[in-house]
C-alpha cells in the first residue's frame, strides 16, 4: 500500500460494495414519498396533473424495486457497474416526474442531489462525473422542457423567470460543491481506514521480521562451530591429500560449501529475506494448515481432492495468503461446530478456475436464514436442544462474515447451500455447504523462474 495523501479526483479501490437491500429500502422510501406527494397535490391542492403518466413513472421504480427483491439474494452486493445503473435509473425516474409537474418551477426539483450525493459517495469518479453531468443536464432541459402545473380553474403555476435562473444555478453550483465535498470526505475516511489497516500489517510484519531474526542469529549461533570445525579439517585435508588431486578436489568443495552456508546466514540475518517459495504450497497442504486447528475437535474432518473431469491436471499450488487460509479455517470452523461427527472438504481444479467445497452431516443452514448468510451479526435465536447439544457454542455472526469478507478479498465467489442436492457425494452429506470458487490465476502462482526463490522483503512507504 503505497497511498500518502488525499485526494478528490483520487481513484482507489474499494474493497466493499453497498449492499442491494439498502438500495430497495432507500428506492422504497422514494416511492412511498412521491406517491403521498402526488395524493396531496391532486386531492388536497387541485392541481391538474398528468396522474397517469405520473403514476406509470412510480409504477416502474416499484417494478424494479420487486424484481431485485426477488431475483438477487437478500444479502447481494452491488458493484461499480450495478451501483451506477440503479443510482442513473433513479435520477432518471425523478427528473421524469419533475417534467411531468413543473420542471423547474416545482420545489422537489432539490432532490435531484441525492443521487448525485450518492455516486460521489460511493463510486469512481468516472460514475461520479457522468451522474453529475446527466443530473446538469437533465435540470438545464426541464427549464425550457416541461409540463406546466395547473390549478383546477385552468391557471399555470410559475415563479417569475428571475427565480427560474436562481434556482438552476443554486442546482448547478449544490451539484458541483456537493459532490466534491462528499468525495472529499468519503475519501479521506477510507484513506484513514486503509492507514489502519496498513498499521496492522506493518506492525504483524515487524514481528514476523523479529521472530526470523531471532531464528537466524540461533540458527548462525547453533552452526557456526560446526562449520567452522569442517572448514578446518578440510584444509587439513587440502595439504595432506596433494598427492591425490580427484580427493584434494572433493576437499576444496566441502570448504566452499562450508564458505557458502556461512554467506547464507550472514545474507538471511542482514537483509531479511523471504524465501517465495514458501509462499505457496500444494492445495491440499493449504486446506490442511487452514484446517489443523479443528482435526482434534472429536469430528472426522476428511479432505479430498478431484480433479477435472475432462482433463486430468496435476494437483495445484496454492497462494499461503492469511486472508486464503483463514477465511478457509473460519468457514471449517463453522462446519465442525455444526457437525453431527463428519466434515468433508473437497477441493476441485480446472484449467479455468479452482474451487473447494466444504459439507457436513449436521441441520444445515436454518432456511429463514439462508438468504442472508454472510452479513454481520446474523444469528438464529438459539433453542434449548442447542444449547444442551453446544453448551459451549456462543457465535456472534461474525464468523461467516469475515471468512466471505477475507475470500472475496482473494478474488473468491462463495455460495452457502442446504442439502444432498448440492452434492454429488454420500447421502450423509445433508448439511451446510459452502463453495468457494476462485479464477485459476487468482490462487494458483506463477512458476518461478530458476534461482529466484529468494527475494528482498517489500517496503513499505509511508
Given at each position: 500500500m503505497t497511498q500518502s495523501e488525499f485526494g478528490i479526483f483520487q481513484e482507489r479501490q474499494r474493497g466493499s460494495f453497498?449492499?442491494?437491500?439498502?438500495?430497495?429500502?432507500?428506492?422504497?422510501?422514494?416511492?412511498?414519498?412521491?406517491?403521498?406527494?402526488?395524493?396531496?397535490a391532486q386531492k388536497f391542492y387541485n392541481l391538474q396533473l398528468e396522474v397517469g403518466l405520473c403514476y406509470l413513472a412510480v409504477g416502474v421504480s416499484?417494478?424494479?424495486?420487486?424484481?431485485?427483491?426477488?431475483?438477487?439474494?437478500?444479502?447481494?452486493?452491488?458493484n461499480e457497474a450495478e451501483n451506477f445503473l440503479m443510482v442513473l435509473f433513479d435520477l432518471l425516474q425523478l427528473c421524469f416526474l419533475i417534467y411531468l409537474t413543473g420542471g423547474l418551477h416545482n420545489p422537489f426539483t432539490i432532490l435531484i442531489l441525492g443521487p448525485v450525493i450518492v455516486s460521489a459517495t460511493i463510486m469512481t469518479l468516472r460514475s461520479t462525473v457522468i451522474i453529475g453531468a446527466t443530473a446538469l443536464t437533465l435540470v438545464t432541459l426541464m427549464v425550457f422542457f416541461h409540463l406546466p402545473l395547473r390549478t383546477e380553474q385552468g391557471f399555470i403555476?410559475?415563479?417569475?423567470?428571475?427565480?427560474?435562473?436562481?434556482?438552476?444555478?443554486?442546482?448547478?453550483?449544490?451539484?458541483i460543491f456537493l459532490s466534491l465535498y462528499a468525495r472529499q470526505i468519503t475519501e479521506e475516511m477510507n484513506s484513514m481506514g486503509d492507514a489502519v489497516v496498513a498499521t496492522q500489517m506493518a506492525l504483524s510484519r515487524t514481528q514476523m521480521l523479529n521472530n526470523l531474526g531471532g531464528v537466524v542469529a540461533a540458527a548462525a549461533h547453533e552452526l557456526g562451530t560446526p562449520l567452522a570445525t569442517i572448514k578446518l579439517a578440510s584444509a587439513e585435508l587440502i595439504e595432506d591429500l596433494a598427492d591425490k588431486p580427484e580427493l584434494q578436489d572433493d576437499a576444496r568443495l566441502i570448504r566452499q560449501q562450508a564458505d557458502r552456508c556461512r554467506d547464507i546466514l550472514q545474507s538471511m540475518g542482514r537483509a531479511g529475506k523471504e524465501d517465495l517459495q514458501i509462499r505457496s504450497a500444494p492445495l491440499v497442504e493449504v486446506i490442511r494448515e487452514a484446517a489443523?486447528?479443528?482435526?482434534?475437535?472429536?469430528?472426522?474432518?476428511?479432505?479430498?481432492?478431484?480433479?477435472?473431469?475432462?482433463?486430468?491436471?496435476?494437483l495445484p499450488l496454492a497462494l499461503r495468503r492469511p486472508e486464503i487460509i483463514h477465511g478457509l479455517r473460519n468457514l471449517i470452523q463453522n462446519a465442525v461446530d455444526f457437525a453431527r461427527a463428519t466434515v468433508w472438504v473437497e477441493a476441485r481444479w480446472t484449467e479455468n478456475e479452482v474451487s473447494i467445497r466444504i459439507m457436513d452431516d449436521g441441520p444445515g443452514y436454518p432456511t429463514n436464514m439462508l438468504g442472508r448468510i454472510g452479513d454481520p451479526f446474523v444469528r438464529n435465536r438459539r433453542t434449548e436442544r442447542d444449547r444442551k447439544a453446544r453448551p459451549e457454542y456462543e457465535g456472534m455472526g461474525l464468523g461467516l462474515f469475515i471468512a466471505k469478507t477475507l475470500l472475496q478479498r482473494s478474488g473468491a465467489e462463495l455460495s452457502f447451500a442446504n442439502g444432498a442436492d448440492?452434492?454429488?457425494?454420500?447421502?450423509?452429506?445433508?448439511?451446510?455447504?459452502?463453495?468457494?470458487?476462485?479464477?485459476?490465476?487468482?490462487?494458483?502462482?506463477?512458476?518461478?523462474?530458476?534461482?529466484?526463490?529468494?527475494g528482498e522483503n517489500p517496503s513499505f512507504e509511508a
Open positions: 453497498i449492499r442491494l437491500r439498502t438500495m430497495i429500502w432507500l428506492r422504497w422510501c422514494a416511492i412511498v414519498g412521491q406517491l403521498a406527494a402526488i395524493t396531496l416499484i417494478v424494479g424495486n420487486l424484481i431485485a427483491i426477488f431475483v438477487f439474494p437478500e444479502n447481494k452486493r452491488l403555476m410559475r415563479i417569475a423567470d428571475v427565480f427560474v435562473f436562481g434556482q438552476w444555478t443554486a442546482i448547478t453550483i449544490a451539484v489443523e486447528p479443528h482435526l482434534n475437535r472429536g469430528k472426522d474432518v476428511l479432505i479430498e481432492t478431484l480433479g477435472s473431469d475432462d482433463e486430468v491436471f496435476s448440492k452434492v454429488n457425494g454420500s447421502s450423509q452429506r445433508r448439511g451446510a455447504v459452502v463453495e468457494v470458487v476462485w479464477p485459476r490465476d487468482a490462487i494458483v502462482p506463477p512458476s518461478l523462474p530458476k534461482g529466484e526463490g529468494i
